[in-house]
């Protein structure tokens, strides 16, 4: 396979793996983080309230409101676009992150298992993950926030491929 | 020979009846401390005169019943163990898959004869309750079950350590190296048959030339022992444990006669003294400990490359250990030098190898190819080991740069000062005396002493097919991963990382630590390294013009 594509322009040296997640995740990652957020929020009004603490203390709570509200606006646009997966028949290229950026690399040939989580949240907005994991407990390849129909082909492509390759994948 | 799933002929073994005799008791010596408690409240008119006797008759009934639904059976294919009473459980895992097969011995396993057996098969390993261990079996049967298990293509069979049962074992020729080879046939399998390979492989085995000692235990490598610290671990425990019985048996252990005058006439010594006596008291307690430790565990290490090119590690004075890891399972090795060690010259070797996690507690010792040693012992048992030049093992490594260092740096001083910050901040509230946080300062040269450290130490190198890192200053480690055992990479840059072009390159692996890191890397010569080590699988995700 000849190198092509466009240069990743996170890291020059790798190109940029070809497939975006669904757009729908940024609406999923935005809901989570400002539900995420509220909650913070929520116990801080208790605690102030209940515990009686000075009007000072008001601010604080201002100001995690405010961070909360920032990081639901920016990081799900941010992620959406450092989210990105390929497949070819030999690896499963993946980048993730978005403060922190990483690239994984997995051979086919050393993938042991297959399987797809949905949480409730992306079962609400259609969305689910495939997770590939690897003989090494360094960590499985996560791809998430696709569409449903994409994690389903992805889940039996990489079914039929990994089946097709004999040894024990260390 | 057929494969079929279940293979009804193949008989269920059971363990050692003689495990009958060994789990009580060590259940009871594990119980002993709680027992030792009611003995006390009893003798204090309490009711709990029958608790003890109700324990032990729990222990009893509870080791026969895990005798009678532990049963294990190897077939051509796979390893079955089979337990629990209620909820019977079935493990199997196919023979290929089994990396390791460790034996060990308690002393009260020695003087019956019994081995435990833990098989290692990489994956099942990471779950409690669902390890190939068989706990125990007979000695001669434990070493045919090894054999077994590791043959392939031939076997060795070495004489055994700790006395094995001659009745079982009827040998079939010298070697050369004046190693019995022997024909096994367990008492317990009874007739040929069952376990069909294990005979020829014994026959071809014969022909094998003898095996090599790769290391030995020097007792002039004692002197290291003080410097693992072990002992302050152990004092941990007993200074916990005296506080604990202290306070559930009501007993003033500063109020018995002797520790009572020994702590007046210690009071009366100046304060200056009293540290200093404390301090000194207490590294020679370490001292002697540790030391004890590692005579203990070390004693008769002998670490031996078997005519089929696996690794036997034997130990131990009064517990023996020996472990046997197959030579297609061993990925790299890695020498490690704590702080203390690396300042004597000494250093240890793991092995880093499939099966054998490090670090994983009763796992731990399994993969350890040399016990604290001198370096130059350590470099060359790495070496050997892996069949490179010992100049991997000590040669330079290439730095990662100046970008590198200054983060080196960064992350030192910004984390000193924010203890520090932390320190004044909690001096000023609580209005303590100012020497506490002005002492705090020392921190500040600590730390960019560690930082300079690190950074000496940081570096890496692809050469003769191996990747090494070096990494770590309290503890430096320089691992040496064969680039066949890398399954996959992991590239990780922070926001940070990302402004000075730097890049953390991680080779994930089934073998050892799972992961082996180079961080801070320029972002070019990690891809560089990257793709000489794995060049099919990292080339096609490069850019254009970057290939090669």
Sequence with gaps: MTPDGTADRLLPGLRTPSNQVSRRAVTYWTARAALNGLVVVAVEVVVVIAGGLAPGWWIAVALSAIIGAVHAAIMPHWRYRVHRWEVTDQALYTRSGWFSVQWRIAPISRIQTIDSHRSLGERIFGLANVTASTASAAGPVHIRGLDLSTADRLLDELAIATGQIPGDAT | ?548
Excluded at chain 2, 42 to 54: F, K, L, Q
Excluded at chain 2, 57 to 72: E, F, H, P, Q
Excluded at chain 2, 181 to 191: D, S
Excluded at chain 2, 348 to 362: D, F, H, K, P
């Design chain 2, 1 to 548: 020979m057929s494969g079929s799933a279940s293979e009804p002929d193949v008989v269920w073994l059971r363990l050692s009846p003689r495990s009958l005799i060994v789990r009580p008791t060590m259940d009871l010596l594990r119980l002993l401390p709680f027992l030792l408690g009611l003995l006390y409240l009893r003798s204090r008119g309490g009711s709990a005169n029958y608790w003890g006797v109700g324990f032990a008759l729990l222990a009893v009934v509870a080791s026969i019943v895990r005798w009678l639904t532990t049963r294990y059976r190897i077939t051509d294919e796979r390893v079955y163990v089979r337990r629990g009473l209620l909820s019977q459980k079935v493990l199997s895992v196919s023979r290929d898959r089994v990396r390791t097969v460790d034996l060990s011995a308690h002393v009260l396993y020695r003087m019956l004869g019994l081995r435990r057996v833990s098989i290692g098969t990489g994956r099942n390993d990471r779950r409690d309750g669902e390890s190939f261990r068989l706990d125990a079996l007979t000695l001669a049967d434990a070493e045919a079950l090894r054999a077994l298990l590791l043959a392939a293509p031939v076997v060795r069979f070495a004489t055994s350590t700790a006395g094995g049962e001659p009745a079982a074992v009827d040998a079939a020729g010298i070697g050369p190296a004046g190693v019995r080879h022997a024909r096994v046939r367990p008492a317990q399998l009874g007739p040929a048959g069952v376990w069909p390979e294990a005979s020829a492989h014994f026959d071809a085995a014969a022909a094998v030339a003898g095996d090599t000692e790769i290391a030995r235990l020097h007792p002039a490598w004692i002197r290291f022992a003080p410097l693992t610290l072990t002992g302050m671990v152990i004092i941990g425990v007993i200074f916990g444990f005296i506080v604990q019985f202290n306070d559930a048996a009501h007993i003033d252990v500063a109020a018995i006669g002797p520790v009572h005058s020994l702590g007046v006439e210690y009071a009366g010594v100046p304060l200056g003294l009293r540290i200093l006596g404390g301090v000194l008291a207490v590294v020679f307690c370490i001292a002697v400990i540790s030391t004890a430790g590692y005579v203990a565990v070390f004693w008769n290490f002998r670490l031996v490359r078997l005519g089929d090119g696996s690794l036997r590690q034997t130990r131990g004075l009064l517990s023996t250990r020996s472990t046997t890891i197959d030579a297609r399972r061993l990925r790299g090795v890695e020498i490690s030098e704590p702080l203390l060690l690396r300042a004597a010259g000494g250093a240890r070797c793991i092995a880093i190898t499939t099966g054998l996690r490090v670090g994983r507690g009763a796992e731990r010792g399994g993969s350890l190819l040399l016990p604290p040693a001198p370096r130059s012992v350590a470099r060359r048992v790495a070496a050997d080991v892996m069949g490179i030049t010992e100049q991997l093992c000590t040669g330079a490594l290439v730095q990662h740069g100046p970008r590198a260092r200054r983060r080196r740096y960064l992350r030192a001083l910004a984390s000193s000062a924010l203890i520090i910050g932390v320190v004044a901040l909690v001096c000023w509230a609580a209005s303590g005396p100012a020497w506490i946080w002005l002492g705090s300062l020392v921190l500040l040269p600590l730390g960019a002493a560690l930082a300079a450290d690190r950074y000496r130490n940081l570096g890496h190198r692809l050469t003769e097919g191996r990747l090494v890192t070096c990494t770590g200053s309290l503890v430096r480690r320089r691992s040496i991963l064969a680039t066949e055992g890398i399954i996959g990479w992991r590239l990780h840059q922070s926001w940070f990382q990302r402004r000075q072009g730097l890049v953390t390159l991680t080779a994930t692996s089934a073998a050892g630590r799972q992961h082996y890191a180079a961080r801070d890397m320029p972002a070019a010569e990690a891809l560089a390294v990257a793709t000489a080590a794995t060049g099919q699988l990292v080339r096609p995700f490069l850019a254009a013009g970057q290939d090669g």
